[in-house]
């Protein structure tokens, strides 16, 4: 099992960015697929954006952050990124960071495409909120 601990919330004007990171420990990061989610006051969790493990690096994104958004990772860290670039209103929420192992048959899609729970693994999540 991987332990995640998401950083960089806080508080930004829109039209600003922000960086999440997501610390990972053990030694599986490298071949887990990865995934953020953001959680808005009221509503349930959704995906925003995927990573495949195992050496790709292939990514998948959510309409609602296509374009805006970046996700990648630093195996050498154990580190998962999450750029966050025209931040809106919209994007105020909790941020959190999701992994597990990757079959070698599956794409981080696969995962992310199971919903509010596609992974394994979760972090406790970085509020972020977009006000001015």
């Known amino acids: 099992q991987v332990q995640l601990v998401e950083s960089g919330g806080g508080l930004v004007q829109p039209g600003g960015s922000l960086r999440l990171s997501c610390a990972a420990s053990?030694?599986?990061?490298?071949?887990?697929?990865m995934g953020w989610y953001r959680q808005a006051p009221g509503k349930e969790r959704k995906e925003l954006a995927c990573?495949?493990?195992?050496?790709?690096?292939?990514?998948d994104y959510s309409e609602s952050v296509k374009g805006r958004f970046t996700i990648s990772r630093d195996n050498a860290k154990n580190t998962l990124y999450l750029q966050m670039n025209d931040l809106k209103s919209e994007d105020t929420g909790v941020y959190y960071c999701a992994g597990q192992p990757m079959r070698l048959q599956d794409t981080c899609g696969t995962y992310m495409g199971r919903g509010a729970n596609g992974f394994d693994n979760w972090g406790k999540g970085t509020p972020v909120t977009v006000s001015s």
């Open positions: 990573i495949d493990g195992n050496g790709g690096y292939g990514t």
């Open positions: 053990g030694s599986i990061f490298s071949i887990s697929a």
